[in-house]
């Protein structure tokens, strides 16, 4: 269920944006600013914020690529911690 949990927090599509651009070179002010208070969030904490949210309930789709998906599977916060 967890790896169920960190894939569908990837997918949200903020995440997904910020996950794929993580390691794109950053400016001299980016580098300077990693420690401030204000800066914006990195990948790793959004999908850590996410994860850690009892608002973030996903469930699986059902498929039929595998029995173990023929039901949907509630991988919400109370499932998961």
Same mark, same amino acid.
């Given at each position: 269920?967890?790896?169920? @949990?960190? +894939? ?9 944006? @910020?996950? $794929?651009? =993580?390691?794109?070179? @950053? #400016? +001299?002010?980016? $580098?300077?600013? =990693?420690? #401030?208070? !204000? @800066?914006?969030? *990195?990948?790793?904490?959004? +999908?850590?914020? =996410?994860?850690? #949210?009892?608002?973030?309930?996903? *469930? /699986?789709? !059902? ?9 949907? $599977?509630? +991988?919400?916060?109370?499932? /998961? #911690?």
């Amino acid at each position: 269920l967890p790896y169920l @949990r960190l +894939i569908h927090c990837l997918l949200e599509d903020d995440i997904k944006e @910020r996950w $794929i651009h =993580r390691n794109d070179p @950053r #400016s +001299i002010q980016e $580098i300077d600013a =990693r420690n #401030s208070d !204000v @800066r914006e969030e *990195t990948a790793f904490e959004m +999908i850590a914020n =996410r994860w850690n #949210s009892n608002d973030f309930n996903p *469930t /699986t789709m !059902v498929s039929t690529c595998h029995y173990d998906f023929a039901t949907a $599977i509630d +991988i919400g916060f109370e499932a /998961t #911690s």
